[in-house]
């Protein structure tokens, strides 16, 4: 999401609480665009709802060099406050198998099916997005991290408590999207030695980058 309002860039990993804070800095372009996409789309001008997204005249002017309209999107993109979340990767992936919205993969498999799915899998996301790793939506053409904070869902308000004061925001998130299958039990039940062993493996780049644990 880009807002102009806010003068942000809001990054969406599936299942880390997007719903919410959508709700205050707007809907975006598409589904789950990473900072690269965001980066291009912004520096080469790309025409979207001014309305609703307008960043800067000059760079939907048709008639100004595409070289100029590069700079200045680019001068943008780093002015702009950049931030996402991510998840403890076996809550997340919990989440995944008993989402309430698009495909519902709880109907047509056991918890350890789907682990074993989401294992030989590349994507992880109903929207084709070619991410294994959370991590990967924030990381520019160098593999470098190129967001200004990166927020956890399990601190969720007190963490967009920090971003809201950066963009002039509301700091009260509604809670949005909420799922009462998810509440029914702790995401831990839901594994076994060796479905917990197959998220730790699938997704260690995620648990030894953000300091999780299977707790």
């Given at each position: 999401m880009i807002s102009s309002v806010y003068k942000c860039i809001f990054i969406e990993v599936p299942k880390t609480g997007s719903t919410s804070i959508r709700t205050i800095v707007?809907?975006?372009?598409?589904a789950h665009m990473d900072i690269r996409e965001y980066r291009k789309k912004i520096t080469t001008g790309f025409p979207f709802d001014r309305s609703k997204y307008s960043l800067d005249k000059l760079v939907y002017n048709t008639f100004v060099p595409a070289s100029v309209k590069e700079k200045r999107g680019e001068q943008i993109f780093n002015e702009y406050y950049k931030f996402g979340f991510v998840r403890n990767p076996w809550s997340r992936v919990v989440s995944l198998y008993l989402r309430?919205?698009?495909?519902?993969?709880?109907?047509?498999?056991?918890?350890?099916?789907?682990?074993?799915?989401?294992?030989?899998?590349?994507?992880?996301?109903?929207?084709?997005?070619?991410?294994?790793?959370?991590?990967?939506?924030?990381?520019?053409?160098?593999?470098?991290?190129?967001?200004?904070?990166?927020g956890k869902f399990e601190n969720l308000e007190n963490d967009w408590k920090?971003?809201?004061?950066?963009?002039h925001a509301d700091p009260v998130l509604p809670h949005a999207n909420l799922n009462t299958i998810s509440k029914q039990k702790h995401y831990s039940e839901y594994y076994t030695d060796k479905t917990k062993e197959i998220i730790r493996k699938k997704?260690?780049?995620?648990?030894?980058?953000?300091?999780?644990?299977f707790i």
């Open positions: 707007g809907e975006p372009l598409k309430k919205e698009s495909i519902q993969m709880r109907d047509k498999m056991t918890f350890e099916e789907f682990a074993d799915w989401i294992n030989y899998s590349s994507d992880t996301c109903v929207h084709p997005s070619q991410k294994r790793n959370q991590l990967d939506w924030f990381l520019d053409e160098k593999g470098e991290v190129a967001v200004d904070f990166i920090i971003i809201a004061e950066k963009i997704f260690i780049v995620d648990v030894e980058k953000f300091g999780y644990d």
